[in-house]
């Protein structure tokens, strides 16, 4: 068997890449490889720094019936004699060498460019690289030079003219072929250049952007004299704009921290629902991952939010504000110009200055607090915005989730389930006590029924947020052991989950056990209405009071059950009439469920021969009447009505004390 001789690792092995093989070696470092639009937005970038700087008024990009792309502007031009220490012609220089380029000396007063998107002079070179052919063509004092490029190499040389009549006097043409290996398609997407094309406009007014289609002649120009805001109100379209605001602030030459003409252009538009917009830009260049001038921006809406509404005191007791709260519904467009900006990665999607953060908010924050100061209602509507947001994000960070194990809900471990699974004839008894439970445990029919016993009274309802309700154990229980969540009227509820046919509420036929049923029916009213409305929702009557009638002629002894006053007066007439003489019999009242025996539990109250179990629904009421009712007899802040309720109705009921 061969040895496999092992690979050579010595000085020879080391490889130093030259010119633009780093960018045709590595393309993903440099640019993305989904499609060549990344590598056409660097030469749009450069004309839109032209424009930036004041020399350019007109960007026209072309897309040729070949699939090249050109890209023309009106600025000054690239500079076309030799550089004076590489002896290589600058137009040249800046597309085949890596980090040459005129945007380096952003201090310098004299500086070409003050604000750019540029910071490397890598961006136009990597456009270079990876084209099979590029083509570039100056006008600029008097004279028209040219040259092209293959693979990223120069294969025709510089070569100059005179301008003639009627040729555009100044600026700059680039037309390239990307090379299909490096991409995995050359379309560029169009939604996305278009996008592109139109932000320029938008973020420098005046500025006229066109993009002709060379196979069929069409042409598009954007041009946005009102900036920003026209902007985003297009964008919004028919999204109702609840409080808008733009403005704009730059430093001066004394401004402390910062070189003049740093500063930032924004619109914001703040909505209570639809969709919202976030766009923002450094020195023209999109950034969709944002960065630390979204940041700013942020910061300065809300502490300018937040001062008026403590200045107003105008936040509910409890609400804490945070800057989400803000922003949440804010769409905006923000046009930041930093000097010497950071970016994240050579696309340039996030800013990274960390001093963008100062700068945006030391602009935002006294400009939104003046402009609240002098519209003190919008101000406050847009007040009413923010805090319903936090209230909003408050009661979601308070959700309780059902308590799950092995990915499904854990049964409570109270119920005492039944043996059927036939969903039509099982029922489940919500029983008000352990005492009470036992009894119904022991004297049901365990075949098809089910009891949950419930501690003391459950929570009142009414007023409880759905996301809130199983915070609450004995809610959380009736729900896993029904197996259905809380829901509204109009929710599409999955009913092959029900457990059973029939719930069931069990309480003492007194003043407390009413008050229980009331709780229970408040929770089945106002979070499970559909079951409800399908009527699997029962209340069981247990009797009040049970009667020991002596034999009287061939009738033996027996045991009679009131479940109220008016029941047992009816048995004891009968029994007067049976010829019982007066006081034979002996009369005895249940204080609770738990003083029933298992056999009297099943005989007057589980039984379905014998029970009394009273269906609930609506009946001619109305949804609407009995709404109104529960919030009357339910809700936290209608005492005044109760007493109302009593003052009226108060004689007419005996009181069970």
């Known amino acids: 068997m061969a040895t496999r001789t092992p690979p050579v690792y010595s000085e020879a092995s ?13 393309p993903g470092m440099y640019t993305s490889t989904v499609n060549p639009l990344h590598v056409i937005q660097e030469v749009i970038d450069n004309s839109a720094d032209e424009a930036l700087a004041g020399h350019a008024r007109h960007i026209t990009l072309t897309q040729h019936a070949d699939g090249s792309t050109s890209v023309q502007d009106d600025g000054r031009g690239i500079p076309i004699g030799l550089h004076p220490e590489e002896g290589v012609p600058v137009v040249e220089l ?31 070179s990597v456009t270079n690289a990876l084209a099979t052919r590029l083509e570039v063509e100056v006008h600029r004092d008097g004279q028209a030079a040219t040259l092209a490029f293959a693979h990223g190499a120069p294969v025709e040389p510089l070569q100059t003219r005179p301008l003639t009549r009627g040729e555009w006097k100044t600026g700059t043409r680039v037309r390239t072929w990307p090379d299909a290996k490096y991409f995995d398609g050359v379309q560029l997407p169009q939604a996305e250049l278009l996008h592109l094309l139109r932000s320029k406009a938008v973020l420098l007014p005046g500025l006229e952007v066109s993009l002709l289609q060379e196979k069929t ?24 704009v609840l409080v808008e605001f733009e403005g704009e602030g730059h430093a001066g030459s004394q401004t402390e921290g910062f070189a003049a003409g740093e500063g930032a252009a924004w619109c914001v538009a703040f909505s209570s629902e639809g969709n919202v917009l976030r766009e923002s830009y450094v020195n023209l260049i999109p950034t969709p991952a944002g960065g630390t001038h979204e940041s700013g921006l942020r910061e300065g809406l809300f502490q300018a939010v937040k001062g008026f509404i403590e200045l107003h005191a105008l936040c509910p007791k409890g609400v804490k504000l945070l800057p989400e709260d803000v922003f949440s519904r804010a769409s905006f467009v923000l046009s930041a110009k930093v000097l010497d900006p950071q970016f994240q990665g050579q696309m340039k999607e996030r800013l990274n ?19 609240m100061s002098q519209h003190v209602e919008q101000g406050k509507a847009l007040a009413e915005l923010v805090i319903a947001q936090a209230q909003s994000r408050q009661r979601a960070a308070q959700k309780v989730e059902k308590r799950k194990g092995s990915g499904m809900a854990v049964l409570p471990g109270k119920l005492t389930d039944c043996e059927s699974r036939d969903v039509a004839r099982n029922e489940v008894f919500l029983v008000e006590g352990d005492s009470a439970g036992g009894s119904a445990k022991m004297g049901r029919d365990k075949q098809f029924q089910a009891v949950l016993p419930l501690r003391g009274k459950v929570l009142n309802a009414w007023e409880v947020e759905r996301d809130r309700l199983f915070a609450n154990q004995e809610i959380h229980d009736i729900a896993v052991a029904i197996g259905l969540d809380p829901h509204g009227p109009n929710d599409v509820v ?107 539990l099943w005989e007057t109250t589980l039984n379905p021969d014998t029970r009394r179990l009273m269906p609930v ?3 001619q009421v109305g949804e609407t009447a009995t709404t109104e009712l529960f919030v009357q007899l339910m809700g936290k802040g209608e005492a005044q009505a109760r007493r109302n309720l009593m003052e009226a109705y108060g004689d007419q009921i005996e009181v069970d004390v």
């Not at 130093?16 to 960018?23: I, N, Y």
């Not at 800046?94 to 890598?122: C, E, I, M, N, P």
């Not at 007194?510 to 229980?516: A, L």
Request: charged fraction near 25%.
């Open 14 to 26: 080391i490889r130093v890449l030259k010119g633009l093989e780093p960018v045709q070696q590595r």
């Open 94 to 124: 800046v597309f085949t060498r890596l980090h040459a380029g005129g945007k380096f000396d952003k201090l310098d007063a004299g500086a070409a460019y003050r604000f750019s998107g540029g910071l490397h002079g890598v961006g136009v």
């Open 217 to 240: 002649g069409e042409t598009q120009t954007w041009r946005f004299d009102e900036g920003l805001r026209g902007y985003l109100h297009e964008a919004l379209g028919d999204t109702p």
């Open 353 to 371: 200055s960390r001093d963008a953060v100062r700068l945006v908010s030391g602009f935002v924050r006294p400009a939104l607090e003046l402009w």
């Open 494 to 600: 999955d009913f092959a989950q029900l457990r059973y046919g029939k719930v069931c509420i069990l309480s003492d036929a007194d003043v407390d056990g009413s008050h229980i049923q009331v709780l229970l029916l408040t929770l089945f009213f106002r979070h499970f209405p559909q079951l409800v409305a399908r009527r699997h929702v029962h209340v069981a009557r247990p009797p009040l009071f049970r009667v020991d009638a002596p034999a009287r002629g061939k009738k033996p002894a027996t045991k009679l059950y009131a479940l109220d006053e008016g029941e047992l007066t009816a048995i004891l007439d009968r029994l007067r009439k049976d010829g019982v003489r007066e006081g034979a019999w002996s009369v005895s009242r249940f204080k609770g469920l738990g003083e029933m025996s298992a056999e009297q």
């Open 617 to 619: 629904h609506l009946g």
